[in-house]
């Protein structure tokens, strides 16, 4: 701390009190007596302040805060006796003021330009603060694949973090716009509509995907009704119109506006606007991609799930499947049933299993069952149809192997005639009235693997009450049970089957349904697939159109 002697003024008091190299101090500086007098002043603060001369009042000569910073020292203000620094504007100027005390309670005051520390704090923490916000915008936007609920998030982060409304215009969907505002502190409002992007100043160019063109070329009163949302209080002042950059094609548009009172759109703010449209075109084309293969997804799945069944011409049809844990959907396990044009004629059915699991097995079971669509016609002779089909899969490299079970079915009085073909597949099970359980004595080469396929037909007869059951191994070879790695085996299968004697054919699959849960638990399994052939009890046909089922009297 500077020690003052005597009480001279003057340039010869200067010299006494700081010495002379203190008038050529970097920083600005000035001595004042306790009742706020000036008493000496550096070249730099002369500069900083004019008309601090000698004998001057601080309350004059200096701003505000610094006189009020010296009232305080002198008086013995400051915590504990401390000397503390104040802190001010002056002009453009961001100051910070040092008191030095002296013995006689004189005090000097160092100045230090505080300016460009404080813009930089500022910005590293308007920095942090947009960081922050960017982030936690991502995750919301990405919260969900569904398009309306992305652009509602769109527009109401806008509103509330970036401008006093918002309005998001996606691309047309034919002639008309889908349409997202907000007005902060509101609801989100979403329409579809025709608009005109040209009333806009640079919509139409932003739709495409255009550089946005300056907030100060448009003029907020000249824009249409559409574009600035209900609930909206007071004229607006500022607009900004920036895109919403896509995978390739742009995501639409999104305009901000705020009210005349605020402060207009700075060109750091619409620099950060086109940094959060861009993460929000982001999110909203991953919904829009979602969306589109969703819908391709469901459409797919119409032809790759397996049908529903029911009675046909006084047969019962009962299929199940459950696709494999890694997959959940489709598989490669199918099962079909093709209805004849007559009763007298026989329903062809079919149940296989591809090779592999998930989509790319699900490709493959597509196209064997167009194709077996294809060769119906040939569906009197098993053994031709297995050749012409195996014959289109074996000059497809892309295609795997397949096995198959065929079978024909014709009611004939109470008798149900069937004639089973199976290609490489487990042999289906002849469920008895009387709980036996037997094995068609059919066997064949799988398909798709070698250039010619050899089969066998079993013709077999059903009384009513007695099923015949084809099945896939994923049910056989499901493993489970209490340590969880057992096989669910033939035998158990069997012995199943032989509790279900006399069942309808619906019942039967539910049955096997609920036993291969059982077994699996939450564990692994591959596909399975259940299909029931049963002759019901009844004797006489009374109604059949071929779709809904017969009605049956003893």
């Not at 200096?62 to 504990?80: C, E, I, K, N, Q």
Request: aromatic fraction near 4%; hydrophobic fraction near 45%.
């Amino acid at each position: 701390m500077t020690t003052f002697e005597g009480s001279s003024r003057g340039s010869q008091g200067l010299a006494l009190h700081v010495g002379a190299s203190w008038t050529q101090a970097p920083y600005p500086a000035l001595v004042a007596d306790r009742a706020g007098g000036v008493l000496e002043v550096n070249t730099a603060a002369a500069a900083l302040f004019p008309a601090a001369l000698e004998g001057a009042r601080l309350d004059d000569v200096v701003p505000a805060w610094l006189a009020r910073a010296h009232r305080r020292v002198t008086s013995g203000g400051d915590p504990g006796g401390r000397t503390v620094a104040a802190r001010g504007r002056h002009g453009d100027l961001t100051l910070e003021a040092h008191p030095t005390v002296g013995d006689n309670g004189d005090v000097v005051w160092w100045l230090v330009d505080d300016t460009d520390r404080l813009l930089a704090e500022t910005a590293l923490h308007d920095e942090r603060e947009r960081t922050a916000f960017l982030a936690e915008a991502s995750t919301r936007l990405l919260a969900s694949l569904n398009v309306d609920r992305c652009m509602e998030a769109v527009v109401g982060i806008a509103a509330e973090h970036l401008a006093d409304a918002a309005v998001l215009v996606a691309p047309a969907a034919g002639k008309r716009h889908p349409v997202a505002a907000a007005v902060r502190g509101g609801p989100v409002v979403r329409t579809t509509g025709r608009i005109d992007p040209a009333a806009v100043p640079g919509l139409g160019e932003a739709l495409r995907g255009f550089p946005p063109v300056p907030s100060r070329w448009i003029d907020p009163a000249a824009l249409p009704d559409w574009a600035v949302p209900d609930g909206l209080d007071g004229p607006v002042g500022s607009v900004v119109v920036t895109p919403l950059p896509g995978h390739g094609v742009p995501a639409g548009a999104l305009i901000l506006l705020r009210r005349d009172e605020q402060t207009a759109f700075d060109t750091s703010e619409e620099v950060f606007a086109r940094i959060f449209a861009a993460r929000a075109g982001v999110a909203l084309s991953a919904a829009h991609l979602y969306t589109e293969q969703a819908s391709i997804t469901a459409t797919l799945m119409v032809e790759l799930l397996p049908p529903k069944l029911g009675h046909v011409h006084g047969i019962e049809f009962a299929g199940g499947y459950r696709a494999s844990r890694d997959t959940e959907r489709v598989g490669g396990d199918f099962y079909d049933v093709h209805p004849s044009a007559a009763p007298d004629e026989e329903t062809f059915a079919v149940l296989g299993d591809v090779c592999g699991k998930g989509l790319a097995a699900a490709v493959l079971t597509g196209k064997i069952r167009n194709t077996l669509q294809a060769l119906l016609p040939l569906a009197d002779d098993h053994g031709r149809l297995l050749k012409q089909l195996n014959g289109t899969l074996v000059t497809d490299r892309h295609a795997r192997y397949a096995t198959l079970v065929l079978a024909s079915a014709r009611r004939t009085g109470r008798t149900l005639r069937l004639r089973l073909t199976s290609a490489g597949h487990p042999r289906p099970l002849i469920v008895r009235h009387t709980g036996r359980v037997e094995e068609a004595d059919t066997s064949g080469t799988l398909i798709g693997a070698l250039p010619e396929v050899n089969a066998r037909t079993a013709e077999v007869e059903l009384q009513p009450g007695e099923t015949c059951v084809l099945y896939t191994d994923g049910i056989t070879e499901a493993r489970g049970g209490p340590l969880g790695e057992v096989m669910f085996g033939e035998e158990r299968l069997r012995a199943a089957l032989a509790e279900c004697a006399g069942m309808p054919a619906e019942a039967v699959v539910e049955r096997l349904q609920m036993l291969a849960s059982e077994w699996v638990g939450e564990g692994p399994h591959d596909d399975i697939a259940v299909l029931a052939i049963t002759a019901p009890y009844g004797a006489r046909l009374t109604a059949v159109d071929g779709h809904t089922p017969g009605r049956y009297t003893a």
